[in-house]
Nanobody
Framework: QVQLVESGGGLMQAGGSLRLSCAASGRTFRTYSMGWFRQAPGKEREFVAAISGIGPNAYYTDSVKGRFTISRDNAKNTVYLQMDSLKPEDTAVYYC????????????????WGQGTQVTVSS
């Protein structure tokens, strides 16, 4: 069982930055692929970014490319999402997810999910 705890959300003005963190339990964190997803009110949860265990390789949805950066620190069992140049449309609950097997990282087929952290961007 893997537990994920997100932190770092909050209220920010447009153009500002936030860094989300996701702390994971488990001895084999370095082998997990990790993803960030978000869900805005009235919308479905959508893929934001992912980072593989091996490589690692990073993947982003088009709307955040050049603004968001995903990274991981295997020594701390933590994955980060640095969010710069925030826009009001980035407002959502952000979820961290862990994938223990193989497969595409841009779908929601992850094995474990955190509880989410609210990010609100004001205009």
């Amino acid at each position: 069982q893997v537990q994920l705890v997100e932190s770092g959300g909050g209220l920010m003005q447009a153009g500002g930055s936030l860094r989300l963190s996701c702390a994971a339990s488990g001895r084999t964190f370095r082998t997990y692929s990790m993803g960030w997803f978000r869900q805005a009110p009235g919308k479905e949860r959508e893929f934001v970014a992912a980072i593989s265990g091996i490589g690692p390789n990073a993947y982003y949805t088009d709307s955040v490319k050049g603004r968001f950066t995903i990274s991981r620190d295997n020594a701390k069992n933590t994955v980060y999402l640095q969010m710069d140049s925030l826009k009001p449309e980035d407002t959502a609950v952000y979820y961290c997810a862990a994938k223990t097997g193989i497969g595409r990282l841009t779908t929601n087929a992850y094995d474990y999910w955190g509880q989410g952290t609210q990010v609100t961007v004001s205009s």
